[in-house]
């Protein structure tokens, strides 16, 4: 006949490991450190008309200056 006495810290130490097992994937996806910073993100949407160009940008390009260059449909910003 088994002890039932004798196994019970030894369940209760495999449910505990198990819990700390499932539980790391979890905790792996929280940063280090929170942000308290919530909200959107700094976008500003500039139309067509705004900026005088076409409607479609196909490429973006910033030069050592900083200066960011934006070719466009019609022109080059």
């Known amino acids: 006949m088994l002890d039932r006495k004798n196994h019970l810290p030894d369940i209760i130490q495999m449910l505990l490991i198990t819990a700390v097992m499932l539980s790391g994937p979890s905790?792996?996806?929280q940063?280090?450190?929170?942000s308290s910073e919530t909200g959107q993100a700094l976008i500003r949407k500039y139309s067509s008309r705004e900026y005088g160009a076409g409607t479609q940008n196909w490429a973006v390009l910033q030069d050592r200056?900083?200066?960011v260059y934006v070719g466009n449909n019609e022109c080059l910003l």
């Open 27 to 29: 905790l792996a996806g």
């Open 31 to 34: 940063g280090l450190y929170s």
């Open 65 to 67: 200056r900083g200066i």
